[in-house]
Nanobody, 123 residues
Framework: QLQLVESGGGLVQPGGSLRLSCVVS????????IAWFRQAPGKERDGVSC????????YYADSVKGRFIISRDNAKTTVYLEMISLRPEDTGVYYC????????????????WGQGTQVTLSS
């Protein structure tokens, strides 16, 4: 069974930065991608960024391109989301998920989820 545990959320001012971490344990070989999603209050959960476990290929939602960077450690047990130039609309619960790399719909095939970490933008 796969476990994903997020950390690194917090309260930050607009323009600030945060780095989220997702520690992955269990049988990762069944999955070809790890992704970050976020859910703003009253809204649906949206994909933010994903990384292919085999070769590190990445994909970003348009809203975060140039501001967020997804990466992984060499052991492939931790996935990071470096966030800079944060905006109020980046507020939400950020979830880490494991699934399959899908070139047609990047966010479609994720079924294993962490518990989430809260990111709040406030001046």
């Amino acid at each position: 069974q796969l476990q994903l545990v997020e950390s690194g959320g917090g309260l930050v001012q607009p323009g600030g930065s945060l780095r989220l971490s997702c520690v992955v344990s269990g049988f990762i070989l069944d999955y070809s991608a790890i992704a970050w999603f976020r859910q703003a209050p009253g809204k649906e959960r949206d994909g933010v960024s994903c990384i292919k476990t085999s070769d590190g290929c990445t994909y970003y939602a348009d809203s975060v391109k140039g501001r967020f960077i997804i990466s992984r450690d060499n052991a492939k047990t931790t996935v990071y989301l470096e966030m800079i130039s944060l905006r109020p609309e980046d507020t939400g619960v950020y979830y880490c998920a494991a699934g399959q790399w899908n070139i047609w719909n990047a966010w479609a095939d994720f079924g294993s989820w962490g518990q989430g970490t809260q990111v709040t933008l406030s001046s």
